[in-house]
């Protein structure tokens, strides 16, 4: 007499595809994300430009590049507002607000309080709401995950802040940043619903307009005329096109099949690229934390490879 056991069943082999495809596409997107700080310190160099008035032509580049690739599909757009309306304006908006307040955060207390407070932020409430919301706590995967990008989030962004620049208004500044991080994790959570039914280039699209309108009334405060240079030019257009049309797409695309604190631990290369960028191309000196927050954020990320289809909320 033989005995047998119960096997789980494997996922499909598409399910995993879709899945690491997924993670991959977001992976990028953190990657991209991870070039725009270089791009807006020399942007800031050469113009003078205020960061919101960098964000808002980021975004308005971006949209209107999209509205360009998208105009034989207004309809689509179209009756994705008639269908979602408030999911998606909800996006845009957040897209724009959580820029803003990341920005104001930097002013007001600093770099090192505004990255490692929004962007620590925003994977740990996204994990929070996901697990509220299964009524189950989150596996030991997926805590050691969280507790390793967090750390080594720190770790980068503590060593590359410049301890020279005054903090006016710490208090502020940090509820800015913590502003800045609610509201990435809610739109992240939002967009992930939303891209369930919408296909990446018009959630893309619809959120890249509402959000530059969002921040077009703050940025003429602060002044949004821009030198029309070659340098100032190229840019801007890296910023709207490569860093938010392409990225937005790639991480709404991505959203389909990767849940929204694992994609906020992704993203959380965006730092990690940003420093490295600034070794190689702006000769900065490369600290021990910040090879050590690295490779934190790194085993944090090959961590979300190894079972991508894997639940760990169990």
Same mark, same amino acid.
């Given at each position: 007499m033989s005995l047998s056991r119960t096997v789980p069943p494997a996922a499909p082999a598409t399910t995993v595809r879709s899945a690491r495809t997924g993670l991959i596409q977001i992976t990028v997107t953190g990657v991209l994300w991870g070039t725009t700080g270089v791009a807006v310190q020399l942007l800031r160099d050469s113009t003078g430009l205020s960061p919101v008035s960098i964000g808002f032509h980021r975004l308005a580049i971006a949209a209107l590049v999209l509205l $360009?690739? /998208?105009a034989g599909r207004l309809g689509t757009i179209l009756a994705a507002l008639r269908a979602a309306p408030v999911p998606l304006l909800l996006t845009? %908006?957040?897209l724009g607000l959580y820029q803003a307040l990341y920005f104001a955060a930097v002013a007001w207390a600093g770099v090192s309080v505004a990255t490692v407070v929004s962007l620590g932020l925003a994977p740990v409430l996204a994990a929070t709401w996901e697990s509220v919301r299964a009524r189950r706590l989150p596996?030991? +995967?997926? !805590?050691? @995950?969280l507790v390793a990008a967090v750390a080594g989030l720190a770790l %980068? @962004?503590? &060593? /590359?802040a410049d301890p020279s620049v005054a903090a006016p208004a710490p208090l502020l500044g940090l509820l800015a940043a913590a502003g800045s991080g609610l509201g990435y994790a809610v739109t992240t959570l939002i967009s992930r619903e939303v891209s369930q039914r919408t296909g990446p280039m018009t959630l893309t699209t619809v959120s890249t307009v509402v959000g530059a309108l969002t921040l077009a009334p703050f940025a003429l405060v602060a002044g949004a005329s821009v030198p029309v240079r070659l340098d100032a030019v190229a840019l801007l257009l890296h910023l709207g096109v490569v860093t938010t049309a392409v990225a937005y $797409? +790639?991480?709404? &695309?991505g959203l389909r099949t990767t849940e929204g604190s694992v994609a906020a631990v992704l993203t !959380? !290369?965006?730092? !990690? /690229?940003?420093a490295a960028l600034a070794v190689a191309l702006l000769h900065e000196p490369l600290p021990l934390p910040v090879s050590v927050g690295g490779v934190l954020l790194l085993t944090a990320v090959a961590a979300t490879y190894l079972a991508p289809d894997r639940d760990d909320t169990r």
């Amino acid at each position: 007499m033989s005995l047998s056991r119960t096997v789980p069943p494997a996922a499909p082999a598409t399910t995993v595809r879709s899945a690491r495809t997924g993670l991959i596409q977001i992976t990028v997107t953190g990657v991209l994300w991870g070039t725009t700080g270089v791009a807006v310190q020399l942007l800031r160099d050469s113009t003078g430009l205020s960061p919101v008035s960098i964000g808002f032509h980021r975004l308005a580049i971006a949209a209107l590049v999209l509205l $360009a690739c /998208t105009a034989g599909r207004l309809g689509t757009i179209l009756a994705a507002l008639r269908a979602a309306p408030v999911p998606l304006l909800l996006t845009g %908006i957040g897209l724009g607000l959580y820029q803003a307040l990341y920005f104001a955060a930097v002013a007001w207390a600093g770099v090192s309080v505004a990255t490692v407070v929004s962007l620590g932020l925003a994977p740990v409430l996204a994990a929070t709401w996901e697990s509220v919301r299964a009524r189950r706590l989150p596996g030991p +995967l997926r !805590l050691g @995950t969280l507790v390793a990008a967090v750390a080594g989030l720190a770790l %980068i @962004t503590g &060593a /590359t802040a410049d301890p020279s620049v005054a903090a006016p208004a710490p208090l502020l500044g940090l509820l800015a940043a913590a502003g800045s991080g609610l509201g990435y994790a809610v739109t992240t959570l939002i967009s992930r619903e939303v891209s369930q039914r919408t296909g990446p280039m018009t959630l893309t699209t619809v959120s890249t307009v509402v959000g530059a309108l969002t921040l077009a009334p703050f940025a003429l405060v602060a002044g949004a005329s821009v030198p029309v240079r070659l340098d100032a030019v190229a840019l801007l257009l890296h910023l709207g096109v490569v860093t938010t049309a392409v990225a937005y $797409a +790639l991480f709404y &695309a991505g959203l389909r099949t990767t849940e929204g604190s694992v994609a906020a631990v992704l993203t !959380l !290369l965006e730092p !990690l /690229t940003a420093a490295a960028l600034a070794v190689a191309l702006l000769h900065e000196p490369l600290p021990l934390p910040v090879s050590v927050g690295g490779v934190l954020l790194l085993t944090a990320v090959a961590a979300t490879y190894l079972a991508p289809d894997r639940d760990d909320t169990r």
